[in-house]
């Protein structure tokens, strides 16, 4: 039976797929997975989901009515005015600092 392997690096991040590994039950799936796909790099969590229960939908499957398109909530069509000296000011500041912090 093929499972497929999704782990999950450190906690409150997005559990990713990282492949698939053949084993008759559950718990050797997870054995498996383990010596596979958590032995590399660190891992929180590890799950392991039978194949054929694995399902996709694609973007025809999404357009069930309605709207997807929200850009009316962001707010473009407004004008503004240049940021006060002392905004842009720390903004130049806090980029020059990435950048060394990047360097080093």
Known sequence: MRWEVF????PGEYHTHCGEI????R???????????????PVHSMWVVPQD????????????????DKSYRWATAYDI?????????SE????TAERRRGED
Do not use: I, N, S
Not at 7 to 10: A, F, I, S, T
Not at 81 to 88: D, I, M, S
């Open 22 to 25: 053949h084993a008759p039950d």
């Open 27 to 41: 718990e050797m799936a997870l054995q498996f997975a383990r010596v596979q796909h958590g032995r590399r790099k």
């Open 81 to 89: 005015e240049a940021p006060a000296q002392e905004v842009a000011d």
């Open 7 to 10: 782990r999950q690096e450190k």
């Open 53 to 68: 229960e694995v399902t996709e939908a694609t973007d025809e499957e999404y357009a069930f009515g309605g709207t997807t």
């Open 92 to 95: 130049r500041d806090q980029a």
